[in-house]
């Protein structure tokens, strides 16, 4: 954290201007901060705080934005799909350094996810005072406006469907986009080969949102690969990925959970 009213860091932001990858580990059940924490030893540069599928109140998904920002690990908020300015508003106000907007269609979807972040004149996004982003100091409002949309607003687009893919272009166009980040579940669902990361259908998508992430000099981001080297890797040093959701909580119990009583010795007989 730097001193008079500079912001806090944003990671990803900075990660992707050095042409380094950000690491994003995703938070859905976990509500105590101490998760945010071992996210930061465990070598994760952002939080992926989910909304849309998981059953953290806004209250709890504050409370881990702050520790997120005294960490020095940025927190990002997923909301959930047309939730609404106000709803956005508070997740904002709340802490978060940027909002994951899923299943955007157009690039129509695009500015208003863009507008509802940003404040005047680039969004409408409403004023206040003491952001957290700003370790709640009072900071003229000419400088949050600048500092808030160009660092603590990032909106990220989220491509979960074919016809977005078509249209991954306009989407990436968008004045104020700063991240398409491709849903890979939902999206191989729509492709109809669910769930095969491997098919030709879902890997010909990722390069052509790949494609417009270049052209129009945006980050490109991925979730929903886990635990899957080959295809990481392939995306990171050929696609150009640069934001990655790794892993998520409940992944990460579920599977260690299963391995550490598998691990037991059973009971001779």
């Not at 900075?14 to 101490?34: D, E, R, Y």
């Not at 927190?75 to 907007?101: E, S, T």
């Not at 390069?207 to 990171?236: H, M």
Request: negative net charge; hydrophobic residues 45%; charged residues 15%.
């Amino acid at each position: 954290m730097q001193t008079g009213t500079a912001l806090h860091a944003n990671n990803l932001l900075q990660a992707a201007s050095a042409n380094k990858l950000c690491k994003a580990f995703g938070i859905k059940v976990s509500p105590h901060t101490h998760i945010v924490q071992l996210a930061k030893n465990a070598g994760f540069e952002s939080l992926f705080i989910d909304l849309e599928h998981a059953w953290l109140s806004l209250e709890q998904t504050t409370a881990l934005c702050h520790v997120g920002l005294l960490a020095g690990i940025s927190p990002f908020v997923r909301v959930p799909h047309k939730c609404g300015n106000g709803f956005v508003q508070r997740v904002l106000d709340g802490g978060a350094m940027g909002v994951i907007f899923p299943h955007i269609h157009s690039a129509e979807d695009a500015r208003a996810a863009v507008a509802t972040c940003k404040y005047p004149p680039q969004g409408c996004r409403s004023m206040t005072g003491q952001l957290p982003q700003f370790d709640l100091q009072g900071i003229p409002v000419e400088e949050t406006i600048k500092q808030a949309n160009q660092s603590a607003s990032t909106v990220f687009a989220m491509i979960e469907s074919g016809d977005a893919v078509e249209r991954a272009g306009e989407i990436a166009a968008v004045d104020g986009v700063d991240v398409v980040l491709v849903g890979s579940l939902d999206l191989s669902i729509e492709l109809g080969v669910p769930g095969q990361f491997q098919s030709e259908k879902y890997r010909s998508a990722l390069e052509l949102v790949s494609k417009a992430c270049r052209d129009n000099g945006k980050i490109f981001g991925l979730a929903g690969i886990y635990d899957d080297p080959v295809t990481q890797d392939w995306a990171i040093n050929e696609l150009g990925v640069r934001f990655m959701l790794v892993q998520q909580d409940t992944s990460l119990i579920a599977g260690g959970g299963k391995r550490a009583a598998a691990a037991v010795p059973l009971v001779r007989s």
